[in-house]
């Protein structure tokens, strides 16, 4: 028997309300501070960059929050996403466990990410926004989002991290063709990118750089612009839980249930929308899982950064969070390509991994390439190098199982394809990628410049 290979859900079987799981966490949230006063901060400075929809489902308990309408009807142009089981992978690497991907690659832009830009874009329409900022890497939040401010008729303005401006022109063409401006970060438009620029004329900018510009164009902007941000706040997190309420679904019609599901880790938000509802059977029914984020050696925020409050961004506007940090000065090393280069990771995903519901894993750069073109020749999939740090794990627990003569069932997100980057599949086939960890005398000195944060003492229930 060959096996089903593909688990399909019809239109009327997408979600109707996100997953919060602020409604279940063990742990108290952590307050959000004023990156100024470095007090929690308030509704009205929130306000400046989010309109009072999104700052309330931010901050709501509540475990459901209704998709409304105008928004399930844009998801359904590519969503419900195909659940797959793996089945020449698991042949190929003659295991006898079950693997099963949830493929975001077939949203219009190739990823996960248009799951929170058009909750984003349709809350921000509802609260009379007429423009939104954002900062883009290589531009997958950049062109999810301008296909979403399209939808719903709101200008975009997006700091587009300078290098990839210029060596990644694809994504560029593709926001500018949703009718969004994008601008080479750093600019001259801000007064930190004008700073900067005076210091060093030539900077490549990086992640960090283009959010401070993004907040600040907002920020200044006289309450004309507002901020769109694609991962590590819970709102955006949650807007992905379609993703694991659908796989909850799609598994169940496989007649299996997960014992391990991997999601990849840049911010957060896709390995949270994949297993958050599986956390939520944890938590509400005691279905038992291993949870594991998978992040790149070269960027280790989780298994290697300290957990600890530290500003959100690199110009220390942002606010700051309790979060696994390798520090807001951190720069991702040149040689890493794979993406997952944000210095800190979503406060939620750090408290579950403090807590012990979430294993935090470190692969390598050359292994998770290796397993990125493996598992292409598989299943025909070439998958984003951010995706492939989930597959690198699956296939060692995999290969664990084969070890050990276990039949367990594992399941990872694959949040998007690779076409867009090819250049560092030219680079790791012609022998030019090599392996980096990053050093921890960097993150010790990176320890030095976190806020100096003293809390309130809270009062600790008996
Ligand atoms: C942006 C991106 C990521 C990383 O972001 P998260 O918020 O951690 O999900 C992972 N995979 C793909 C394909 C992406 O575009």
């Known amino acids: 028997m060959s096996g089903q290979h593909?688990?399909?859900?019809?239109?009327?079987?997408?979600?109707?309300?996100?997953?919060?799981?602020?409604?279940?966490?063990?742990?108290?949230?952590?307050?959000?501070?004023?990156?100024?006063?470095?007090?929690?901060?308030?509704?009205?400075?929130?306000?400046?960059?989010?309109?009072?929809?999104?700052?309330?489902?931010?901050?709501?308990?509540?475990?459901?929050?209704?998709?409304?309408?105008?928004?399930?009807?844009?998801?359904?142009?590519?969503?419900?996403?195909?659940?797959?089981?793996?089945?020449?992978?698991?042949?190929?690497?003659?295991?006898?466990?079950?693997?099963?991907?949830?493929?975001?690659?077939?949203?219009?832009?190739?990823?996960?990410?248009?799951?929170?830009?058009?909750?984003?874009?349709?809350?921000?329409?509802?609260?009379?926004?007429?423009?939104?900022?954002?900062?883009?890497?290589?531009?997958?939040?950049?062109?999810?989002?301008?296909?979403?401010?399209?939808?719903?008729?709101i200008d975009l303005e997006v700091y587009m991290v300078k290098v990839s401006y210029f060596q990644k022109p694809y994504r560029r063409i593709i926001m500018e063709n949703f009718g969004a401006q994008v601008f080479a970060s750093p600019t001259d438009r801000t007064s930190f990118g004008r700073a900067l620029l005076s210091e060093h004329p030539d900077s490549p900018g990086s992640l960090g750089i283009a959010i401070s510009e993004a907040v600040e164009a907002a920020a200044t902007s006289g309450g004309t612009k507002?901020?769109?941000?694609?991962?590590?706040?819970?709102?955006?997190l949650m807007h992905q839980t379609v993703i694991g309420l659908e796989s909850l679904d799609q598994l169940e019609m496989a007649g299996e249930y997960?014992?391990?599901?991997?999601?990849?880790?840049?911010?957060?938000?896709?390995?949270?929308?994949?297993?958050?509802?599986?956390?939520?059977k944890k938590f509400t029914e005691g279905k038992?899982?291993?949870?594991?984020?998978?992040?790149?050696?070269?960027?280790?925020?989780?298994?290697?950064?300290?957990?600890?409050?530290?500003?959100?961004?690199?110009?220390?506007m942002a606010p700051i969070v309790r979060m696994h940090t390798l520090g807001h000065t951190f720069v991702p090393p040149g040689i890493h390509?794979?993406?997952?280069?944000?210095?800190?990771?979503?406060?939620?995903?750090?408290?579950?991994?403090?807590?012990?519901?979430?294993?935090?894993?470190?692969?390598?750069?050359?292994?998770?390439f290796e397993a990125a073109v493996q598992f292409?020749?598989?299943?025909?999939?070439?998958?984003?190098?951010?995706?492939?740090?989930?597959?690198?794990?699956?296939?060692?627990?995999?290969?664990?199982?084969?070890t050990r003569g276990e039949k367990k069932v594992i399941a990872f997100n694959l949040s998007g394809h690779g076409h867009f980057d090819m250049g560092a599949y030219e680079s790791y086939l012609h022998g030019q990628l090599e392996d980096y960890e990053y050093p921890q005398e960097a993150i010790e000195e990176a320890m030095a410049h976190l806020p100096d944060v003293t809390l309130p003492q809270m009062s600790v229930p008996a």
């Open 6 to 153: 593909k688990f399909i859900l019809d239109e009327t079987r997408l979600p109707r309300a996100w997953y919060n799981i602020n409604a279940d966490l063990p742990v108290p949230p952590e307050p959000i501070l004023h990156p100024m006063t470095k007090e929690p901060v308030t509704p009205d400075f929130l306000a400046v960059l989010f309109p009072m929809n999104i700052i309330l489902q931010e901050v709501s308990p509540e475990r459901w929050i209704e998709i409304p309408d105008p928004v399930r009807d844009v998801y359904k142009l590519w969503r419900p996403t195909p659940l797959y089981r793996a089945l020449n992978l698991e042949k190929m690497l003659d295991t006898p466990a079950h693997i099963y991907y949830k493929y975001e690659g077939v949203s219009p832009v190739g990823s996960h990410k248009p799951n929170t830009a058009v909750a984003q874009a349709y809350f921000n329409k509802e609260a009379g926004t007429k423009a939104l900022t954002t900062e883009t890497g290589a531009g997958q939040w950049g062109s999810a989002l301008a296909m979403a401010c399209n939808f719903f008729g």
């Open 337 to 368: 390509a794979g993406g997952l280069r944000y210095h800190g990771m979503s406060p939620s995903v750090s408290a579950l991994v403090e807590h012990g519901d979430i294993e935090g894993r470190a692969v390598r750069q050359l292994a998770t």
């Open 226 to 236: 507002k901020y769109g941000i694609g991962s590590v706040l819970g709102h955006v």
């Open 258 to 280: 997960p014992d391990i599901v991997i999601g990849c880790i840049g911010g957060g938000s896709n390995f949270a929308g994949f297993t958050y509802p599986f956390l939520w």
């Open 376 to 402: 292409s020749r598989a299943e025909g999939i070439i998958p984003a190098p951010e995706s492939a740090h989930a597959i690198r794990v699956a296939i060692d627990e995999a290969l664990e199982c084969k």
């Open 288 to 316: 038992n899982v291993r949870v594991i984020a998978a992040e790149p050696a070269s960027c280790p925020s989780v298994t290697k950064g300290k957990y600890a409050f530290d500003y959100g961004d690199t110009a220390a």
